[in-house]
């Protein structure tokens, strides 16, 4: 089946510092990549829609500044979390589709990220 | 009041236990999706339905468009079944919105 690898899982970073977190779809080409958020024993919020070769659409609340977002290919997206903060510190995943909303999910396995 | 509730928010269950997890949804969907998210983080995608009824293994999915309501059924329940079960929705305004989340702990 379709496979959806995110890297890194895990990431300590310092106050200040950007982290990149990659989403790679491993055997299809993802026309649109979705990155998500979730706090501790919540559900996951949406945080941005990226569609390759275009800009990716932020949710609202979500800084398009803080969080940058590139799909650069059919493979791979990236969420860069610049001049990161403590209250950054979350759970991060992505997943894959083939189409727009309309499709199987296909999810990485998620970054834990802290920043100190 | 949220678009998409999930209940209950948490179980326990006796390995063997035939379990029911519900979803109801106030929004018009193109599709429903039952995700299951295990305690290291990871997710998997159960099932992607928007009639009807899917089974997969001990699983069995259904949907009432009508009613607004969908099941996630886990029979002869396993302890490797503890995870939590994620509700999400396609929405016809092309927004994917999720359910907070069940819960689950089955017991040996």
């Known amino acids: 089946g379709a496979v959806v690898s995110q890297h890194p899982s895990r990431v300590i970073c310092k106050s200040g510092t950007s982290v990149k977190i990659e989403c790679r779809s491993l055997?299809?080409?993802?026309?649109?990549m979705f990155w998500y958020r979730q706090f501790p024993k919540q559900s996951l919020m949406l945080m941005a829609t990226?569609?390759?070769?275009?800009?990716?659409?932020?949710e609202q609340g979500v800084e398009k500044d803080k969080f940058l977002i590139n799909h650069a290919s059919l493979t791979l997206s990236t969420l860069t979390v610049t001049s990161a903060h403590p209250e950054d510190s979350s759970f991060y995943i992505c997943?894959?589709?083939?189409?727009?909303?309309?499709?199987?999910?296909?999810f990485g396995n998620g970054t834990r990220l802290t920043v100190t | 009041k949220n678009e998409v509730e999930q209940s209950p928010q948490n179980l326990t269950a006796q390995e063997g236990e035939f379990i029911t997890i519900n979803c109801s949804y106030s929004?018009?969907?193109?599709?429903l999706h039952w995700l299951q998210q295990h305690p290291g983080g990871g997710i998997v995608s159960l099932f992607m339905?928007?009639?009807g009824k899917k089974k997969h293994g001990r699983l069995i999915a259904t949907i009432n468009i009508q009613e607004k309501h969908s099941s996630l059924h886990i029979t002869a329940s396993h302890p490797r079944d503890s995870a939590v079960y994620i509700c999400?929705?396609?929405?016809?305004?092309?927004?994917?919105?999720f359910g907070t989340g069940t819960r689950l702990q089955v017991f040996p």
């Open positions: 997943s894959a589709g083939l189409l727009s909303y309309n499709s199987p999910l296909h």
């Open positions: 055997d299809f080409q993802a026309t649109t």
């Open positions: 990226s569609n390759e070769g275009s800009k990716a659409t932020y």
């Open positions: 929004v018009g969907i193109s599709a």
């Open positions: 339905l928007s009639s």
């Open positions: 999400a929705v396609n929405s016809d305004t092309d927004k994917l919105i």
